[in-house]
Antibody
Framework: QVQLQESGPGLVKPSQTLSLTCNVS??????????WSWIRQHPGKGLEWIGY???????YYNPSLKSRVIISVDTSKNQFSLNLRSVTAADTAMYFC??????????????WGHGTPVTVSS | DIQMTQSPSSLSASVGDRVTITCRAS??????LNWYQQKPGRAPKLLIY???ILQSGVPSRFSGGGSETDFTLTISSLQPEDFATYYC?????????FGPGTKVDI
């Protein structure tokens, strides 16, 4: 059973870099065939896709965040990370990591972490 | 970006009711439509992918339909554990986008 678990600081100061890690267990992140995603949810709001990494080095980011986002993989630790720079209060949200797979030709996120709350405040 | 809309934004229902939620895409997405259920303080859970394919382990009272731009999620007989917020998501093209959600409560 694949499990994902986010970790990182819950409080980040404005203009600094938000750094989160998603630890993957129950499967190898380098086995291929999956997209490792970050998704966030502002308080009381809907879901916003941040981006994903696949094949350990190929990435795609939401254009709305692209200039500030880097997603990377550490295969030796079986984890992937999110770095979001120059944060503002608008980046305060619950951050989820997820695994997206292709099943019967369709992509969907079948495994999610529990989420980690991040507040941007001085 | 493909914009996703859902209706209604919220609904009140009772146990045993048949409930239908609608999702519309701003352009055709074939059947690249997923439905997720989210309970307060929890991560979203995949219910249906490919517009109508039931995810393993999801009760058969959930069903999905539609294609191109108009989609539905139906719960045939609402159970107490189904009170939650439901999101549609298009996976046709990046950036992946979600609908604003439909809250189902008593």
């Amino acid at each position: 059973q694949v499990q994902l678990q986010e970790s990182g600081p819950g409080l980040v100061k404005p203009s600094q870099t938000l750094s989160l890690t998603c630890n993957v267990s129950g499967g190898s992140i380098s086995s291929g065939g999956y997209y490792w995603s970050w998704i966030r949810q502002h308080p009381g709001k809907g879901l916003e896709w941040i981006g994903y990494i696949y094949d350990s080095e190929s990435t795609y980011y939401n254009p709305s965040l692209k200039s500030r986002v880097i997603i990377s993989v550490d295969t030796s630790k079986n984890q992937f990370s999110l770095n979001l720079r120059s944060v503002t209060a608008a980046d305060t949200a619950m951050y989820f990591c997820a695994r997206e797979g292709r099943y019967r030709g369709y992509d969907s996120s079948d495994y999610w972490g529990h989420g980690t709350p991040v507040t941007v405040s001085s | 970006d493909i914009q996703m809309t859902q209706s209604p934004s919220s609904l009140s229902a009772s146990v045993g009711d048949r409930v239908t939620i609608t999702c519309r895409a701003s352009q055709t997405i074939s059947s690249y439509l997923n439905w997720y259920q989210q309970k307060p303080g929890r991560a979203p859970k995949l219910l249906i992918y490919g517009a109508s394919i039931l995810q393993s382990g999801v009760p058969s009272r959930f069903s999905g339909g539609g294609s191109e731009t108009d989609f539905t999620l139906t719960i045939s007989s609402l159970q107490p554990e189904d009170f939650a917020t439901y999101y549609c998501q298009q996976s046709y093209i990046t950036p992946v986008t979600f609908g604003p959600g439909t809250k189902v409560d008593i």
